[in-house]
DNA sequence: CCTCGATCTCCCGCTCAGCGGAAGGACCGA
DNA sequence: TCGGTCCTTCCGCTGAGCGGGAGATCGAGG
């Protein structure tokens, strides 16, 4: 498990590991690991030697790929992820509370003018799903579909605390011994307060989460404020508190479980 | 080619036309296109149903699909569109576009108040890339993602107004003969004054939409603002070209091309 | 002008990935 | 207890897909 932060999409290692797919859906998917954020446009060749599938297997499965809209050649007939898959990717589980939270996040921007996160669990990690923040700090970190290691980040503490147990002991093993029991403490804090307070990736600055659970008690989401430092925490614990129970009221009323 | 507006994902008959695909890419796609916007969450045998695979066939794609994350189970273990489709959908070439136009729309949308959308050509229709306007409507149409024919949308005639005239008289050579002699008039029209009226889908309403160029002149997109009956569109129009012209220069400087 | 290297496209015979019918287990409401 | 639904697993057949290789195309360098 990496645990600096990833910005690759789908798989997290798309090329390191050697042993290609046999089956052509993980063919498929080794492909679509190629693309990257910052390389979002490959040539035909390109792709085969990332993907380390021979030339006309990729050149097969690519015509079929554009043919059914998966991915999209540009302008210079560089290929690209196909805009059909960004419609399926609206469909995803992440929009439904997308939607939900995004007027209350935009509420609490509008008042602090501090950056504003929503995430999700996604495995032993957490993804970034939404971002408010000032236009000039638009293309920095987070960025929206960032993966991150649930304990480096406030929304990550905030999900993992409410996380069932098991997961929390399968996480925590995964930690250096010291480390572990910093977090181990720091999440019995946060299920006491209802909030997380972290400063792991924030630098000087404070991020401070609070979880959107289910009916059933396990997180759905979180939402953080990045606050500067020597900022009074209380006051926004409970702000971020009180919204994240908002949402999920909210959610809940939707039906969005 | 279907007139009316549809929200289908992928491709836009999802069973109705019947030759199952033989190639497993063909076949996961038609499984990918069983979703729908209200329709985001389906047990195996509903995808088989819908798909027209058989079952066993549905259920060694479906579980193989899972393991690579193209598809998630939610809390009932029914299937949905995996958050890692939704990443690498982020990496779409609408992704570029919306992001250097998002601080534009936002300023116009708080200037005016009226609702602002982003589309981008998709072939011969256009897609919804950003729709931003009241939260009360936040779930109405437009939707992210949805697909429109050019001639009925003020997006879509600004987009097919600056297309290459063979395109055009492909598309124009689909309708009505009446309705395509009305749609030729306004095209020319648009290219004279820089920006397209339309009321074919805004009722009363009137759609008035832009087109941001790249550096050959083909439409990457257009911005449309929605004004209510009776307004003064000349200034609406100047307002929305200049704005356009703005995200084009941005787009450039930026090597989005 | 030709050559070299890179790109993409196409062909075709071999073979194993994938197909899908069938059987069986789990659950539920009647 | 039965009939219905759902999901899972097994296994022998076969054609979808594999990929080496040939060839077309383009541009840079000599």
Request: charged fraction near 20%; include cysteine.
């Amino acid at each position: 498990m990496s645990v600096l932060a990833s910005g690759t999409p789908m798989c997290d290692r798309p090329e390191t590991a050697e042993p290609v797919p046999k089956s052509a859906l993980g063919r498929a998917h080794r492909l679509f690991s190629c693309f990257h954020y910052d390389e979002t446009r490959l040539t035909l060749s390109e792709l085969s030697r990332r993907s380390g599938l021979p030339l006309s297997t990729t050149h097969r499965m690519v015509t079929e790929m554009v043919r059914l809209g998966m991915l999209d050649r540009d302008r210079d007939d560089r290929l690209c992820i196909g805009v059909n898959l960004w419609r399926l990717g609206l469909l995803a589980g992440t929009y439904g509370i997308q939607r939900v939270a995004l007027p209350y996040m935009q509420d609490l921007y509008a008042t602090t003018g501090l950056p504003i996160h929503l995430a999700i669990p996604q495995g032993e990690q957490t993804t970034v799903v939404e971002s408010l923040r000032p236009l000039e700090q638009r293309l920095e970190r987070p960025r929206i579909g960032q993966h991150d290691p649930m304990h480096v980040v406030g929304n990550g503490m905030a999900i993992l605390a409410f996380s069932d147990p098991p997961l929390q002991q399968r996480y925590l093993a995964r930690l250096a011994c010291t480390e572990a029991e910093d977090v181990r403490r720091e999440l019995a804090r946060t299920r006491t307060i209802g909030y997380s307070v972290s400063t792991r990736r924030t630098g000087p600055s404070i991020a401070i989460g609070a979880p959107v659970l289910d009916r059933g008690g396990r997180p759905l989401a979180a939402i953080s404020i990045i606050v500067p430092p020597g900022s009074a925490v209380t006051p926004y614990g409970h702000l971020m508190r009180d919204t994240a129970h908002a949402v999920q009221r909210m959610a809940w009323d939707q039906a969005l479980v």
